[in-house]
């Protein structure tokens, strides 16, 4: 949702606001009589503004509590489903977890960055460079350590012949 060409073109604001859509006609809303709290976020903003201009009136919320946990656990199994095995990847946001997902992104960056918000200024400008690098070397270790596997495995087989030959 939120790679260049959708950042540019705003298709993750307008999907946002059509889920919004969606839902307030799902519950039956009245704007009339109903208030929404809405996360403060930016990717709310054009939210609020048709909110502004349909006359539906609305708050800023923090999303915390059980909320907050449910929609944090939702995001931990959803990165699970995608393979992110790293017993580190907790609820808990911040740095680690960013880490934790970078050298995820890193193991199979061609395919992976696709779940990147890429944007964003830092990715393109900072981290992308600093992926496509550990990729490479990640890969080149790969290759590496998949040779010496191999090797292993050709010496394990020869010793295992001269045993039962002997």
């Not at 095995?85 to 907790?90: D, V």
């Not at 609820?91 to 199979?108: D, K």
């Not at 460079?129 to 292993?152: H, P, V, W």
Request: proline share 2%; with cysteine.
């Amino acid at each position: 949702m939120y790679n260049n060409k959708n950042h540019v073109d705003r298709k993750s604001s307008d999907y946002i606001l059509k889920m919004v859509k969606d839902g307030l006609k799902e519950i039956n809303f009245n704007k009339k009589t109903d208030i929404v709290q809405i996360c403060r976020g930016n990717c709310f903003d054009l939210v609020r503004q048709w909110f502004d201009n349909v006359g539906i009136k609305h708050e800023p919320a923090i999303v915390e509590g059980k909320l907050q946990e449910a929609v944090e656990g939702r995001l931990i199994s959803h990165l699970r489903k995608l393979g992110v095995k790293s017993p580190k990847l907790t609820m808990e946001a911040g740095a680690q977890r960013y880490f934790v997902l970078f050298n995820w992104v890193t193991r199979n960056f061609p395919y992976r960055e696709k779940f990147v918000k890429t944007g964003f200024p830092a990715w393109n400008k900072k981290w992308r460079i600093i992926a496509k690098e550990r990729s490479e070397k990640y890969n080149n270790e790969k290759g590496r350590n998949d040779k010496i596997e191999a090797l292993r495995k050709r010496i394990q087989e020869r010793a295992l012949e001269i045993i039962n030959n002997s």
